[in-house]
């Protein structure tokens, strides 16, 4: 707001031509309430990605993977980020240094196609319910937690899908697609999950 007030303060001192000063004045409150709007908007998206990266790593200490997860007891413990490099970013300065299930995290920001498969967690953000489902089919028989953010991301086979719920980050989870995958959920992560009910996925 100090910018704001020089700015009306310079108006109101300047006896020049009234109309034009006037047509100054609202484009200038125009420009100044746009770009405070756009700055709430970036803090807003910011603060998204960090909830949802702290939710990702806590994910993973409310799940049990079985033993054929991780090849030997050296293998990072991998979380794959598709369409979000900012909940990637957030996640690289969460994990540095930490480990998950006795294993160093790694976190790889994946290209479109780039899909490995030595990965524990996936998590897939910008995409339609169609290109969901193509980019979890390699997982589908995997002991891979699947999440996602996208709109009927349950019935696409994720495990966990964030949704916003009185403009709060907020999940719900499908107890049959992390069957599906080997996984064991926490009866503490579902008491506090949007939805913890088995779900389904066809």
């Not at 409150?29 to 990605?49: C, P, V």
């Not at 910008?126 to 979890?136: C, E, F």
Request: with cysteine; proline share 6%; aromatic share 8%.
């Amino acid at each position: 707001m100090p910018r704001l007030s020089l700015f009306l303060g310079c108006l109101l001192q300047w006896r020049g031509n009234v109309p034009v000063l006037r047509r100054m004045a609202i484009a200038g409150l125009l420009f100044f309430a746009a770009a405070q709007s756009g700055a709430a908007d970036n803090d807003s998206r910011a603060l998204e990605a960090q909830i949802k990266a702290a939710y990702l790593y806590k994910f993973a200490g409310y799940v049990e993977w079985p033993p054929n997860a991780f090849v030997d007891a050296t293998m990072p413990f991998t979380i794959g980020i598709v369409g979000a490099g900012d909940i990637a970013t957030e996640l690289n300065k969460l994990t540095s240094g930490r480990s998950l299930s006795d294993h160093p995290v790694e976190v790889r920001l994946l290209k479109a196609g780039e899909l490995p498969r030595s990965v524990q967690l996936i998590f897939v953000s910008g995409a339609d319910t169609p290109q969901l489902r193509r980019t979890l089919e390699p997982y589908k028989a995997l002991p891979t937690l699947t999440v996602s953010d996208i709109p009927g991301g349950i019935d696409a086979g994720c495990v966990i899908n964030f949704m916003l719920v009185d403009n709060r980050v907020r999940f719900e989870i499908s107890v049959r697609n992390a069957e599906r995958h080997g996984l064991k959920i926490s009866s503490r992560l579902l008491a506090v999950a949007q939805r913890g009910n088995p779900g389904a996925s066809e």
